[in-house]
Every structure is written in structure tokens, then in C-alpha cells.
T-cell receptor
């Protein structure tokens, strides 16, 4: 079955710097890759997603890139702010299989003011 | 939080006792899910539902059962709790079938089995 790896497990950056989180997946049939942000004491919230027919997607300070050949995708956060501090999860799934959203183990991001 | 309420928010129980967690949604979404979150494992699917009385197993379903008698409620039951079921449990909903439909999560239930 699908396996999603995520690196690093923890990341500290200075406010204003960029942060990059990388994920790899194993199943070439996966075609949808969402990213979730989880703040302390809350459930994960979708922040951006990308489909396999797209190589890059941006939304203000966040962007996601996808390399289907290498089976990896990355989250980029620019001009980081303290409110970006959270745990981030990548996930991979197949369009026709709603029960097979596989999550990575998470990255704890700390933005130091 | 997309109209999702989980109860209780915290629960401490003893090994061998039954426990039921409740998820209530006000979005009238068809699909509902139970996940557990453990350090180093991300979120793992326990059970899901694709309609009233229609449920199926996820990747870590052993020791858990679910029921959905109404669109808005999805119950997760631990028939006989074990220490390995100490975890944070999240309910999620989505509006349509398919991986392109994002999940909306509740705020979780922290369960401790002593």
C-alpha cells in the first residue's frame, strides 16, 4: 500500500525566513496531495493541495511543488511569521479511493520571532 | 471548524472498559471518518462511513467499531479499551466521494487508557 515519508520531523526558522517541508510517496497511482496545518489543541486544516496534473501551485506565502517522476512533493512557506508555527502534515491519495488518504508523520515548525 | 463537534474532548478510562466517542456534524455531509493520531504516525484511518448505516474499515480498525444511524452522528466504540488505544481521536467529514474532496476535522478527543 501507499507509504508517505516526511522530512524534517522538526524545523526551526527565524521570522521572515523560508521553510521547506518535503514528502515522498510510494504508490505511483496517487494523484492528489493535500497539506494540512494543525495548531495546538485543534484538528488539522487544509491549507493547500495539488493534483497530479499540476507541477506547482501557489497561494500567497505558501506553495506546493510536485515531481511525479521522483514521487515527491514539497511545501514552501515564504516570509514566515510566528503564526505559521504549527504541525504540518502532507498526505497522498487516489481520486477514486476516499478511504486511502495516507498521511505523513508530520513536521513541527517553529518560527522564532 | 466546519460544524463538527466531538465529545467528550478528554476521557480517562480503565483497561477493559467500553468507551464511546461521538462525532456530530451540522454540514449534512455524506462522508465521515474516524482517525487516530499518534506521535510518529501522523493520522491513521480507523473506520469511515459513506452514508447512514454504511460503514467500512480503515487501516487500523482492530478493536474498534462504529455506527451511523443518522447523517449527523458517527459513533466510535472501543468495546474493551486497551492501553494501546491511548491516543487522540479525530473525526473528519467530506462533502463528496473521491480523493479531491478535502477533509474537515473536528478538534479531537484525547483518550487515556490506564
Amino acid at each position: 500500500g501507499e507509504n508517505v515519508e516526511q522530512h524534517p520531523s522538526t524545523l526551526s526558522v527565524q521570522e521572515g525566513d523560508s521553510a521547506v517541508i518535503k514528502c515522498t510517496y510510494s504508490d505511483s497511482a496517487s494523484n492528489y496531495f493535500p497539506w494540512y496545518k494543525q495548531e495546538l489543541g485543534k484538528g488539522p486544516q487544509l491549507i493547500i493541495d495539488i493534483r497530479s496534473n499540476v507541477g506547482e501551485k501557489k497561494d500567497q506565502r505558501i506553495a506546493v511543488t510536485l515531481n511525479k517522476t521522483a514521487k515527491h512533493f514539497s511545501l514552501h512557506i515564504t516570509e514566515t511569521q510566528p503564526e505559521d508555527s504549527a504541525v504540518y502534515f502532507c498526505a497522498a491519495s487516489m481520486e477514486t479511493s476516499y478511504d486511502k488518504v495516507i498521511f505523513g508523520p508530520g513536521t513541527s515548525l517553529s518560527v522564532i520571532p | 471548524d466546519a460544524g463538527i463537534t466531538q465529545s467528550p474532548r478528554h476521557k480517562v478510562t480503565e483497561t477493559g472498559t467500553p468507551v464511546t466517542l461521538r462525532c456530530h456534524q451540522t454540514e449534512n455531509h455524506r462522508y465521515m471518518y474516524w482517525y487516530r493520531q499518534d506521535p510518529g504516525h501522523g493520522l491513521r484511518l480507523i473506520h469511515y462511513s459513506y452514508g447512514v448505516k454504511d460503514t467500512d474499515k480503515g487501516e487500523v480498525s482492530d478493536g474498534y467499531s462504529v455506527s451511523r444511524s443518522k447523517t449527523e452522528d458517527f459513533l466510535l466504540t472501543l468495546e474493551s479499551a486497551t492501553s494501546s488505544q491511548t491516543s487522540v481521536y479525530f473525526c473528519a467529514i467530506s462533502g463528496r466521494q473521491g480523493a479531491y474532496s478535502p477533509l474537515h476535522f473536528g478538534n479531537g478527543t484525547r483518550l487515556t487508557v490506564t
